[in-house]
Structure formats: C-alpha cells, structure tokens
C-alpha cells in the first residue's frame, strides 16, 4: 500500500468493510448510521472519531514515500 497507489475500487471494498463493522444488525440488515461518514474520518481534533479513509491514506502514505 505504500509502495503503489491502489485502486479506487480496492479502497472502496475496504471502506465498505468498515461501514458494515460499524453499521450492521446482527441480522446482517442496514443498521442506523448516527453519525456521516465523512464526521467518523476526521480527525479527533476536529471532532471526529479519527478513522482513516482508504483513499486519503492511501495518498499519504504515497507523499511521506516520495
């Protein structure tokens, strides 16, 4: 993942993964999703959970490389 940008269907998988840990019933249903996406990845400063999003990550890891 650092060494190559991975693809935006790759990241999606993986951010779909996360959703569904957090987000579905024990039934595998939709569960209620209290808080936006885009809130649970930012940073804890600014008043998120500080998750990372795949594709951003993946984008970091690539600039730190350079």
Known sequence: MSAFRLPQETCRHCNSQLYKFWW????KENGIHWISWSAVCQSKFASGLGF???NRFNVVLLAKQA
């Open 52 to 54: 990372w999003d795949f």
């Open 24 to 27: 579905a019933n024990q039934d």
